[in-house]
């Protein structure tokens, strides 16, 4: 197999009259090698259903068909969708292995083959919505690594109590352990970003709890996060009614109300969850 490299990615571009669109991330991938390491490091093996979000013209998709025993790639520009299975015929032997889905990515709620393993440059301005999606609707999916902005890396792996740590942080918890997996030069991109890329690892761990606790605990989240300064007793007031509603949960919960959310685990905010529904409090 023979992958994409700048010239024939540029090609591709100009035979679609196709223009990089900063609204759909549309930054392509123009080194062969990296999409070599992103399969790599992911782990990808002969018996994985490979899901890709974002394709573009093909390059990381050529690496993934190379070793996956499937790939599901969801692409919204339908000048790509069309153009994607032309390429990887072209370049692959195994293009019979490849599903194209022309789709926006957070409306995909059902696939034709349960995924295993996500790898996927993902466009910078929807990179954490898309993530937790998928972690969300395809429970299949146990591991995966993704390209994504180097601050939205720092948010998904960040630890309590550092300036990183947030929304993402947590609910991206919720269901994996996420990790580092590199830095990325913004030279193996065309257009060349403005901004700074890493890799994020993950892999699924064990359910927190059902969805009726991931709501409760979710919208603990957003309440706590939304005023990161204040304490959790006057942070969740919003969510729970009042401070003195607020407080009772947090008593329940074994959680000092007098913390800030930016100091609590996953596991924690699991407590505050738990007790607003012993408590009769729905979201």
Known sequence: ?????????????????????????????????????????????????????????????????????????????QRLAQQLPLTVAAHSEHFSNLTVINADALQVTELPQPPTVLVANLPYNISVPVLLHYLEKFPTIQSGIVMVQAEVADRLVAKPGSKDYGIPSVKAAWWATMSHGGSVSRSVFWPVPNVDSKLVGFVRHDPLGDEDLRLQVFAAIDSAFSQRRKMLRSALKNWLGSSEAAREVLEKA??????????????????????????????
Not at 25 to 31: K, L, R, S
Not at 254 to 283: H, K, Y
């Open 1 to 77: 197999m023979s992958l994409l490299g700048a010239a024939e990615i540029r090609a591709l571009a100009a035979q679609l009259d196709l223009k990089p669109a900063k609204a759909l991330g549309q930054n392509f991938v123009i080194d062969a090698n990296i999409c070599r390491k992103i399969v790599k490091v992911a782990g990808v093996s002969t018996t994985d259903v490979a899901l890709e979000i974002g394709p573009g013209l093909g390059s990381l998709t050529l690496a993934l068909l190379d070793v996956a025993a499937s790939v599901i790639a969801i692409e919204i520009d």
């Open 254 to 283: 074994g959680i000092d109300p007098t913390f800030r959310g930016e100091a609590l685990i996953v596991d924690e905010f699991c407590q505050i969850g738990r007790a607003a529904q012993e408590l009769g409090i729905r979201s």
